[in-house]
């Protein structure tokens, strides 16, 4: 395995990680800058993705490198059978590195084992995405001044959604207090809650959402994963759980901001959009900065 991969945001030191983030604020205020020149890098996209897959190709292109890849498994031999592993190992004789996303949990560990250039994980299955999470960061950090000691309240599918569990592993370095709103059916996984309590980390469980975020310094919702249910019936009961209003938002903190990985179906209603605590397109442009300190970090 190539030690410059990202497969879990545990891959990264404390030190790694703001090391990233004071990357992406240069990043932020000089964006063309030619440190992947010459380079090839390949996004495999087994799954669908807007930001992820767009923000890390304009990021390479702002980096002067080159993209080769696709954004649909269907297009691509892995749907005559090939596997993953042949498929990394052709990418390889391509590409410099390797930018994934794969529904099946654990699959950018694999793929950065049997690989000779590193792999970047895009997000796999229910299990990390490591990407988002330091954008996530770089988001949080802006908005907040710090990332010590701050209320945060993990909202929506927190059983399925790979984006909280790698928050709440990459802020355990920074001392954080988490609620976690989730239906029955989506609660937070075991092991993560396991991991707070071997860290030290204050936590607390509920299924409303209503008034239980006014003491949060952010509010992260999530849309529900449709696409991990194996029963469609269950999505269908738990689907509209959760909507964010602007008249829910009266007593919140002033420094509150609202972040979503993003695509939302109808977990923040528009009505949100126009509120200052409003920051996930913000998020999302964040994205780019990040992605381009990452890839720059991999070619160190
Ligand atoms: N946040 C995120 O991963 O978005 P995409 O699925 O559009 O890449």
Redesign the pocket.
Known sequence: MSNKSLVSIADYSKQEILAILESAADFELTPNRKTLDGKVIATLFF?????????FETAVIRLGGSIIGFSDAATSSSSKGETLNDTIHMVSCYADAIVM?HPLEGAARYAAEVSPVPIIN??DGANQ?PS?TLLDLYSIFKTQGTLENLNLCLVGDLKYGR?VHSLLMAMSHFNPSFRFIAPEELKMPEEYKVFCRKKGIKFSETSELNENFDDADILYMTRVQKERFLDLMEYERVKNVYTLKNEMLANSKTNLRILH???RVNEIDPDVDSNEKAYYFQQ?QN?LYVRQAILSKVFR
Do not use: C, F
């Open positions: 799954e669908p993705s807007t930001r992820t897959r767009l923000s996303r895009a997000g995405h988002q984006t990985p993003l695509p999302a994205g």
